[in-house]
């Protein structure tokens, strides 16, 4: 496998449900995001983890809770979402500089995405 | 961050150049321009960043006016798989607490036979 992977690609499920998304990248990066994509609407930044620790949550509900393991793996875990939920979960990675004082500005390498319905 | 403004659909042919640009009148000092490209259920690919001037790769070309209020993504002699949505954003190099990129509404272009 390379480059970032996202499991499921598609994921339908239940307001009363739980379920987890896995994203996975193999490029040796130290930062990880989730994004939300809804219909025609641009994308969202949702949390932000650099070295494994979160460094931003844009305000998400708590219905939606994030995991990150190890610097690659990142997990997004879903519990009583609504339907207004239903988008495409994108998490993408990136390599950031080690210490507050070193600006570093990379690409972000972006997964397939998980595409979730919420019924 | 700065806001960006981008035109929301343009279309055109196989084989012409297709130049879209974005306007960041607030962009700051420390800001670069950075181009994603995105098609249908996938997620964006880097295309493309710029500090001031030109920059040009194997794929496209980023114009930068001196102001740097504007910058123009040319992509020569499109194909039809160039039909994409096209996303420009302005961010600073940020700290190492992680790049904090914002995507705008992007630009959808279709490239017709």
């Known amino acids: 496998e390379t480059g970032v992977t996202q499991t499921p690609r598609h994921l339908v499920m239940g307001m009363t449900n739980k379920k987890s998304l896995k994203c996975e990248q193999h490029l040796g990066h130290n930062a990880m995001y989730w994004y939300k994509q809804s219909a025609k609407k641009p994308l969202e930044l949702m949390f932000v983890?650099?070295?494994?620790?979160?460094?931003e949550n844009n305000s998400v509900p708590s219905r939606f809770s994030p995991e990150c393991p190890n610097s690659s793996h990142l997990f997004l875990h879903l519990h009583t979402l609504q339907p207004e939920d239903s988008a495409l979960y994108l998490c993408?990675?990136?390599?950031?500089?080690?210490?507050?004082?070193?600006?570093?500005?990379?690409?972000?390498?972006f997964g397939p995405g998980t595409r979730l319905t919420v019924l | 961050l700065a806001k960006t403004t981008q035109p929301i659909s343009m279309d055109s042919y196989e084989g012409q150049e297709v130049n879209i640009t974005c306007s960041h009148n607030?962009?700051?000092?420390?800001?670069?321009i950075t181009w994603y490209q995105q098609f249908p259920s996938q997620g964006p690919r880097f295309i493309i960043q710029?500090?001031?001037t030109k920059v040009t790769n194997e794929v496209a070309s980023l114009f930068i006016p001196a102001d740097r209020k504007s910058s123009t993504l040319s992509l020569p002699r499109v194909s039809l798989s160039d039909t994409a949505v096209y996303y420009c954003?302005?961010?600073?190099?940020?700290?190492?607490?992680?790049?904090?990129?914002?995507f705008g509404g992007g630009t959808r272009v279709l490239v017709k036979p």
């Open positions: 954003l302005v961010g600073g190099r940020v700290k190492a607490a992680g790049n904090k990129l914002t």
């Open positions: 607030n962009i700051a000092t420390n800001d670069y």
């Open positions: 993408a990675s990136s390599q950031v500089g080690a210490g507050l004082a070193v600006y570093s500005y990379n690409e972000q390498f």
């Open positions: 983890y650099n070295f494994k620790e979160q460094t």
């Open positions: 710029g500090y001031k």
